[in-house]
């Protein structure tokens, strides 16, 4: 009784790495490509560090963010100004500052030079993003939505795409080959948490994939960063995790990080302080170096 | 020890409906809204049948899809022109056929006066569309594509959202909660199946998920529609949850039909051919009777 | 580069079913194996139902589900003298009745006739457990306890495994094996929920898996039987799952019915009062006609 | 619309702490007990090893792999002489060595003075077991098997109670409750691999969740180990997912080692030869000391 079919199957096979993302398929043991952006360069010893607020609030703010995350070591400023947000209703203070909100990252980087990061959504922005932005975020909702990331690639500039919460590294990889396809071969990918039947807390609604690294780092050159805090949801897993991150073998590191934790606009469990964020950087390069990396 | 934060939390909760989608949320038990797209209305004794094949690959198929289905039951014909692919590459046989697909399925509802369904990825398409379509389809990829829904939406085109692989029923609901904001209260939601750990075999990528069908049902207004076809991957498990969908309580169901299953373009293990849909629309439709409904 | 290897993957493949459950296995597409207990038979055109308590609590209320549950077309009484609990502590009400229970199950038995299915968790009441069951139930959380399985298949008792709740179809035939071979052939399989990312409600820990219904008919000639009451947890739930059940081809169900539901000493939100049983049993039994099968 | 419940969730909540596990629960945020088994000491500075192989295949293979385990820095030999497997047919090389394996191991720990730790899985041989092994293993699969949990625990030995792969933190805290109220305190745990959507690789059933780690810390007072091995079931993955476990916290690693991997009797993908652990223990000590632990 012939009960085999010839579907796809929902893990990397040998077949896919061929025709289904020859562009991001490693093409041996130790191919591992270097993206630059500005000064900065993943998939090489140095693992980069991305530190700034969910949501940009307001000038004063991400202005401080930036100065104090880049004197104690990172080299991108995060903060979103155009976001997704589950539900379209928002209290003053969680309102998308969208143009302002771009406008304040491009003063935060003039003042302190730090690159930045910020999220697309959509394709009429990109040109304003694009004057500001280093690197082009792709979120996480945003994974499987192509004419986005294609439009973004087409510019030209850095991408990270990060993994939906309920996708595959096989449809993860799809996605970067959207990108890689248009000439575009500066994109890291981000792990950001999945979709999972335990995640422990009321707290916590992912569960952070720390298994994906070595799994992507297998089959693909591309760099693999990591985001622990919008996977575990909740401060104080925060730090453990991003050790954790860095001792698999994450390229680069996605933290965010916010001057007054408890009044952050945007999921206020989330964030931590400078201070610890200072003291996580330190342990993070003291245990990059155990493998021969560092992230200062 | 205070252990306890006030995160969300990743189910629906009493406080959800008041502030989150205080549209889409039931105003009382017996609170169920009819959803009219031409001379069919979902919500009511009646349950609508979407068919057609995964790609309108020609004109000719689609044409003769149509006047089958329509033959049979169906209130609409579903297929795709614009379609998201999880890697760019295509065989000849595998494009998206885009303007020609619209243009195709245009001519099918002129030669058999059938609704038409169809996929929208793009702002930029949505003219071009909604003088073919009847209704929307907001694909499980775009759930969370808000932008989007927004804009398909202001259309006032009577919309369908499919429930993404890897999301919950409360993130359903907020992007069902994007289209009613904008004064468009012709949404259906339609389940097509989850991410789940074991999914039985390599044919199976997604498990349907029927308890979201009273689930939804308990807190939201909205009509639910089932794709047993994407959900199953897998023909012969088609009839089975096909009648299973309406025995829980569907609104609506989405059936993957072509005129020939083992030559579809797209996914051939999963559509069902002219026959055995004729049989299933009158299987259900028995089904549908003992809950006092009907489906022909 | 080669990235393959040989492990045995999660999905029911070709080659387990001749090598890892020959037994289990299909050798037909139509090889149905039928099931006899007492006067009942599973596999066939009739679908019997397993009703009563989580618990049986007292000799009263499970003669009194006896008659009332039997009146209403049940073949299997069901009740718990025996449980395995999450946690250690009780209240008095919650305490299992243990060697009494088994005693009342069989005053119930004695008194009304009806067959008797109870759960067994420990080797040394197999004994005690035989002389009333008719059927042994190896519960959920002792699917993988094949020395437990072993023992209750040399009992020559028929059997119901039910699947853990995160377990795939591969372990779950595994399981059934392990009776199998001991030469017992009275076995059916139970699908009773799984672990999933997203369950609804706070009120739902598990997803009914009716998928697993046509996949496991598809591989294994055993009766596959459902039980919807303890996979939703949540009583509004369990009769749209019941009509869904039977309509997706379920060979049995199983539902839990006690005389007071608010005051179950186990689950109250989960189970039915005689008065629903009843109107349910004569839904399913219409639903089951339209398939050529019937429950009453 | 009263659309709430009082069911119990799925996740633990800070009344679980008071009523469902009293005594698994932290007593205050630095409440961590030490769990002392011969010389080694649990939830302290030093975090111990557990090495060795998935079975005890014969007396040379088990005495060899203490020696160099023990010279490498393991404090614990592992491997199984009565094992739970998935399917009851084993090749020759594949066969349970049961009583012959115990005395094997017992022969390994009289050779090299190694610690013994290995799986119970019925209560009549706990005796034999309890002759040899130093600490008892209650396996995955038998972690809802609360009469065997509560014999071992009568024993008095040092337990290890590992995770199954789909239970939450709720249901596991729930077992070591079984052990703890039988006065047994010597409880550790043990995380080994959760069932999720996606696990990568046809070679990876689970995905090995390490916020667990800080999951379980946050709640309960006994120490959590990890065991790469057996989650990630692909020996490239085991060195990076070690040191990450070390990096979040964990406060011991168990991991598969075998003289000869690609010939091991069991899952020869899985286990790591004696040099490669070698180096192993040398990175993970790196590691630890970043956090102020240590392996060595």
Same mark, same amino acid.
């Given at each position: 009784?012939?009960?085999?079919?010839?579907?796809?199957? !929902?893990? =990397?096979?040998?077949?896919?790495?061929?025709? !289904?993302? +020859?562009?991001?398929?490693?093409?041996?043991?130790?191919?591992?490509?270097?993206?630059? =952006?500005?000064?900065?360069?993943?998939?090489?010893?140095?693992?980069? =560090?991305?530190?700034? +607020?969910?949501?940009?609030?307001?000038?004063?703010?991400?202005?401080?963010?930036?100065? *104090?995350?880049?004197?104690?070591?990172?080299?991108?400023?995060?903060?979103?100004?155009?976001? +997704?947000?589950?539900?379209?209703?928002? /209290?003053?203070?969680?309102?998308?500052?969208? *143009?302002?909100? $771009?406008?304040?990252?491009?003063?935060?980087?003039?003042?302190?030079?730090?690159? $930045?990061?910020?999220?697309?959504?959509? *394709?009429?922005?990109?040109?304003?993003?694009?004057?500001?932005?280093?690197?082009?975020?792709?979120?996480?909702?945003?994974?499987?939505?192509?004419?986005?990331?294609?439009?973004?690639?087409?510019?030209?500039?850095?991408?990270?795409? !990060?993994?939906?919460?309920?996708?595959?590294?096989?449809?993860?990889?799809? %996605? %970067?080959?959207?990108?890689?396809?248009?000439?575009? /071969?500066?994109?890291?990918?981000?792990?950001?948490?999945?979709?999972? #039947?335990?995640?422990?807390?009321?707290?916590?609604?992912?569960?952070?994939?720390?298994?994906?690294? @070595?799994? %992507?780092?297998?089959?693909?050159?591309? @760099?693999?960063? &990591?985001?622990?805090?919008?996977?575990?949801?909740?401060?104080?897993?925060?730090?453990?995790? /991003?050790?954790?991150? =860095?001792?698999?073998?994450?390229?680069?590191?996605?933290?965010? &990080?916010? #001057?007054? +934790?408890?009044?952050?606009?945007?999921? #206020?469990?989330?964030?931590?302080?400078?201070?610890?964020?200072?003291?996580?950087? !330190?342990?993070?390069?003291?245990?990059?170096? &155990?493998?021969?990396?560092?992230?200062?």
């Amino acid at each position: 009784m012939a009960i085999e079919n010839k579907a796809p199957g !929902k893990d =990397v096979s040998e077949e896919d790495l061929q025709s !289904k993302f +020859p562009l991001a398929a490693k093409k041996s043991p130790d191919h591992k490509s270097l993206v630059t =952006v500005g000064d900065v360069t993943f998939g090489g010893d140095f693992i980069p =560090v991305f530190a700034g +607020p969910n949501m940009v609030e307001d000038e004063a703010m991400i202005v401080q963010t930036a100065r *104090e995350v880049k004197a104690r070591g990172a080299s991108f400023l995060r903060g979103g100004a155009f976001k +997704p947000l589950t539900f379209p209703y928002r /209290s003053p203070k969680y309102t998308e500052t969208r *143009e302002d909100g $771009v406008a304040w990252l491009k003063k935060a980087k003039e003042e302190t030079g730090i690159l $930045v990061i910020t999220e697309v959504m959509e *394709e009429r922005y990109l040109d304003l993003i694009c004057e500001t932005a280093d690197m082009l975020q792709i979120g996480s909702r945003n994974m499987q939505n192509y004419p986005l990331i294609t439009a973004a690639a087409k510019t030209g500039k850095p991408m990270m795409i !990060k993994r939906h919460f309920g996708c595959s590294l096989r449809d993860w990889l799809g %996605a %970067a080959e959207y990108a890689l396809i248009e000439g575009n /071969s500066n994109v890291v990918l981000c792990e950001r948490g999945v979709a999972a #039947p335990h995640t422990h807390r009321g707290s916590s609604r992912f569960l952070l994939d720390l298994q994906a690294v @070595p799994a %992507a780092q297998e089959v693909t050159h591309l @760099p693999v960063v &990591v985001d622990p805090s919008h996977a575990t949801f909740w401060a104080p897993w925060v730090a453990p995790m /991003s050790l954790a991150s =860095v001792a698999c073998g994450a390229d680069g590191i996605m933290l965010e &990080v916010h #001057p007054d +934790p408890p009044n952050s606009a945007v999921d #206020p469990l989330q964030p931590i302080g400078f201070e610890p964020f200072g003291d996580l950087m !330190k342990q993070m390069d003291a245990t990059a170096k &155990v493998i021969g990396r560092r992230v200062l």
